[in-house]
């Protein structure tokens, strides 16, 4: 079964981000929802430099609850990214629209699929 490697859920509010993501670093997280004590994904994102802006950033997004994780360089939450998008049914069964890009002057490949051959 797939997994995210993620701590959560939590609520998904400035405060609560505030309150759980107190470091400036890279990261991945996933938002949805939870019905009894499972997480149900519907999307996957990353920062490449401070998760907790970028959370902040998705609020707008109709999600109730987030999990995250920090990731130790940019070029490891481009690979997590990569592998819960895949794991969780790309966009056929995420939110996502597209596969993940890779950081602007990189020539990362995801770690699962072709697609930056």
Request: glycine share 6%.
């Amino acid at each position: 079964m797939a997994s995210l490697d993620m701590q959560g859920p939590y609520n998904f509010t400035s405060s609560e981000i505030d309150r759980i993501l107190t470091r400036t670093s890279p990261g991945n997280y996933a938002l949805g929802r939870t019905d009894d004590d499972t997480f149900f994904v519907s999307y996957v994102g990353r920062s490449d430099s401070d998760i907790n802006r970028e959370l902040k950033a998705r609020l707008t997004l109709n999600y109730a609850k987030f999990k995250y994780s920090y990731a130790t360089s940019p070029k490891a939450a481009f690979e997590k990214e990569c592998r819960n998008y895949h794991d969780f049914g790309g966009s056929e069964k995420l939110d996502n629209e597209i596969h993940p890009s890779r950081p602007a002057g990189t020539n990362w490949e995801c770690p699962v699929c072709t697609i930056f051959d």
